[in-house]
Antibody, heavy 119, light 111 residues
C-alpha cells in the first residue's frame, strides 16, 4: 500500500535551515502530488506548498515564499522540504501528504517530523 | 486565524450524535469540494471524508459529511470513546493561487 516515511526529528538554532525528507513507496512516485503541512504545538494544520514529482514544479503558500524550497529525487522516490531562516515560531511537526493527480484530498500522510528551533 | 471557521471544541456523551460545522467563502468551499481529516492524539491526520460526503474504505458509516453553499458539516452518530480526536475541514482556495486552506480544528471530547 501507499506509504510515506519521513526523516527523524531535528533541533536547529535560529537562523539555520532544516531539510526534511519524505520517502514514498507502494505506488508510482510520479503519479501523486506531494504536499507539506505543518502543525505548531497545540495548534491546527497549516498548508505550506505542493510539489509535482513528475516535473518538479512547485507552488508555495504566500507565507513561506522565499523561505521554503521543495525538491524531489525520482531515483529514490523521495521529496524534500527545506525551510531557511528558522525562527522559534517554526517549531512544529512537519507532515508530507500525497494527493492523487485527479482528486483534491490528501491520503496518506507521513508520520510527521518534529523540528525544534531553539537557541 | 484560519481561513475556514470551525468551533474549537465539542463535548458529547457516548452514543449521542454531534455535528461539526465548517464555514468558508465562495473562493474555497463555495467552489470546491470539502475534505475532513481526523487526528487522533499523538498521530498524523487521517482522511475521514472526501468530496463532501464520501467515506474512504474502512471508515464507519457513523461518519457522514455534507455541504451547502459556503458551509460544510461533519456528523458523527453513535459516538464512541475512540472518536475522541481533533477534526479538520479542508478545501482548495481559488483566490490564493491554488492554495489549500484548513479549518482551525475541532477538539471532540467524549464524556
Amino acid at each position: 500500500q501507499v506509504q510515506l516515511v519521513q526523516s527523524g526529528a531535528e533541533v536547529k538554532k535560529p537562523g539555520a535551515s532544516v531539510k526534511v525528507s519524505c520517502k514514498a513507496s507502494g505506488y508510482t512516485f510520479t503519479s501523486y502530488y506531494m504536499h507539506w503541512v505543518r502543525q505548531a504545538p497545540g495548534q491546527g494544520l497549516e498548508w505550506m506548498g505542493i510539489i509535482n514529482p513528475s516535473g518538479g514544479s512547485t507552488s508555495y503558500a504566500q507565507k513561506f515564499q522565499g523561505r521554503v524550497t521543495m525538491t524531489r529525487d525520482t531515483s529514490t522516490s523521495t521529496v524534500y522540504m527545506e525551510l531557511s531562516s528558522l525562527r522559534s515560531e517554526d517549531t512544529a511537526v512537519y507532515y508530507c501528504a500525497s494527493q492523487s493527480g485527479l482528486v483534491s484530498w490528501f491520503d496518506p500522510w507521513g508520520q510527521g517530523t518534529l523540528v525544534t528551533v531553539s537557541s | 486565524q484560519s481561513v475556514l471557521t470551525q468551533p474549537p471544541s465539542a463535548s458529547v456523551t457516548p452514543g449521542q450524535r454531534v455535528t461539526i460545522s465548517c464555514s468558508g467563502s465562495s473562493s474555497n468551499i463555495g467552489s470546491n469540494t470539502v475534505n475532513w481529516y481526523q487526528q487522533l492524539p499523538g498521530t498524523a491526520p487521517k482522511l475521514l471524508i472526501y468530496s463532501n460526503n464520501q467515506r474512504p474504505s474502512g471508515v464507519p458509516d457513523r461518519f457522514s459529511g455534507s455541504k451547502s453553499g459556503t458551509s460544510a458539516s461533519l456528523a458523527i452518530s453513535g459516538l464512541q470513546s475512540e472518536d475522541e480526536a481533533d477534526y479538520y475541514c479542508a478545501a482548495w482556495d481559488d483566490s490564493l493561487s491554488g492554495s489549500v486552506v484548513f479549518g482551525g480544528g475541532t477538539k471532540l471530547t467524549v464524556l
